[in-house]
């Protein structure tokens, strides 16, 4: 017989809920009994009254959790289901994101770190069903705390990666034991994590006054600094991240080196402008 909820919550924390299952690319019915089950001993402020606007969630407890329920509510004096719930799901949804994230996928993320630990090559499903081998190194997110990534030497591609970890859909724990490579760079990526893996790589940019402004504001995926000189910007940035950094500065940036990469933005801004001129022909 189904076991059907009705909790009202802050919409902040619906908000929150609501991002996750698109994000982490799960739907409601899983995170909800998933946060039941995993937080249902923890211990809890009580459920005071919070001002605002406020959502009702709903959902069906699953077979697994309806299994014992009642006896669980009276063992632990829960009189009013909805109060409960309701404090599962702030006590989760006030963490952050990649916390979040590492309670969501704990399970992947007990058999990456038992591959790091030991030293074991895993095999990797992606959501996308594309398949991989790598030697795990570090679990690492970015500085603003947007997600968690995977930092590996993916075998098939013969070069170190980072690979999100929502994206993963299944590991499998090889046997097979792998010989650390490169130590010095390893320590440099866990000391100093970036998704886009620009240790040692170098790039120079000029900034008009406005680009220099917009460097100073815009903080997601910004490059370091390692010099300047006027109007030039040395800056430790891959490629990949300066094409994703970049491209919102439109002609307040001009990419100096290296010439891939000039080459990469000349060739966008060309093609762009062309449409438009398309455009104001038609």
């Given at each position: 017989?189904?076991?059907?909820?009705?909790?009202?919550?802050?919409?902040?924390?619906?908000?929150?809920?609501?991002?996750?299952?698109?994000?982490?690319?799960?739907?409601?019915?899983?995170?909800?009994?998933?946060?039941?089950?995993?937080?249902?001993?923890?211990?809890?402020?009580?459920?005071?009254?919070?001002?605002?606007?406020?959502?009702?969630?709903?959902?069906?407890?699953?077979?697994?959790?309806?299994?014992?329920?009642?006896?669980?509510?009276?063992?632990?004096?829960?009189?009013?289901?909805?109060?409960?719930?309701?404090?599962?799901?702030?006590?989760?949804?006030?963490?952050?994101?990649?916390?979040?994230?590492?309670?969501?996928?704990?399970?992947?993320?007990?058999?990456?770190?038992?591959?790091?630990?030991?030293?074991?090559?895993?095999?990797?499903?992606?959501?996308?069903?594309?398949?991989?081998?790598?030697?795990?190194?570090?679990?690492?997110?970015?500085?603003?705390?947007?997600?968690?990534?995977?930092?590996?030497?993916?075998?098939?591609?013969?070069?170190?990666?980072n690979y999100k970890l929502n994206n993963i859909k299944n590991i499998y724990i090889n046997n097979k034991i792998f010989t650390v490579r490169d130590l010095d760079f390893?320590?440099?990526?866990?000391?100093?994590?970036?998704?886009?893996?620009?240790?040692?790589?170098?790039i120079k940019v000029r900034l008009t006054p406005n680009g220099e402004l917009l460097f100073k504001n815009i903080k997601i995926n910004r490059a370091e600094i390692l010099?300047?000189?006027?109007?030039?910007?040395?800056?430790?940035?891959?490629?990949?991240?300066?094409?994703?950094?970049?491209?919102?500065?439109?002609?307040?940036?001009?990419?100096?080196?290296?010439?891939?990469?000039?080459?990469?933005?000349?060739?966008?801004?060309?093609?762009?402008?062309?449409?438009?001129?398309?455009?104001?022909?038609?």
């Amino acid at each position: 017989m189904e076991k059907k909820l009705r909790v009202t919550l802050p919409e902040y924390i619906y908000k929150t809920i609501e991002a996750d299952i698109e994000e982490f690319k799960i739907n409601k019915n899983y995170i909800l009994n998933y946060i039941y089950k995993n937080l249902k001993f923890e211990q809890f402020l009580e459920d005071g009254k919070f001002d605002g606007e406020k959502t009702v969630i709903q959902f069906n407890l699953n077979k697994k959790n309806r299994e014992n329920y009642y006896n669980f509510l009276e063992e632990n004096g829960i009189q009013v289901e909805a109060s409960f719930f309701r404090k599962l799901f702030i006590k989760y949804a006030n963490q952050s994101k990649v916390k979040r994230e590492l309670f969501i996928f704990k399970e992947v993320v007990e058999r990456i770190n038992l591959g790091i630990k030991e030293n074991k090559i895993l095999n990797i499903t992606f959501m996308d069903k594309k398949e991989t081998k790598i030697e795990p190194y570090y679990i690492g997110n970015s500085k603003l705390e947007i997600a968690n990534y995977i930092f590996c030497f993916d075998l098939l591609e013969g070069e170190f990666k980072n690979y999100k970890l929502n994206n993963i859909k299944n590991i499998y724990i090889n046997n097979k034991i792998f010989t650390v490579r490169d130590l010095d760079f390893i320590e440099k990526v866990k000391n100093n994590f970036d998704p886009f893996l620009s240790q040692d790589k170098i790039i120079k940019v000029r900034l008009t006054p406005n680009g220099e402004l917009l460097f100073k504001n815009i903080k997601i995926n910004r490059a370091e600094i390692l010099s300047i000189n006027k109007d030039i910007y040395e800056l430790q940035c891959s490629e990949e991240k300066a094409k994703r950094y970049f491209s919102y500065f439109l002609d307040d940036v001009e990419i100096l080196e290296p010439l891939e990469l000039r080459e990469w933005f000349i060739n966008k801004y060309v093609s762009a402008l062309k449409k438009y001129q398309n455009l104001l022909n038609n």
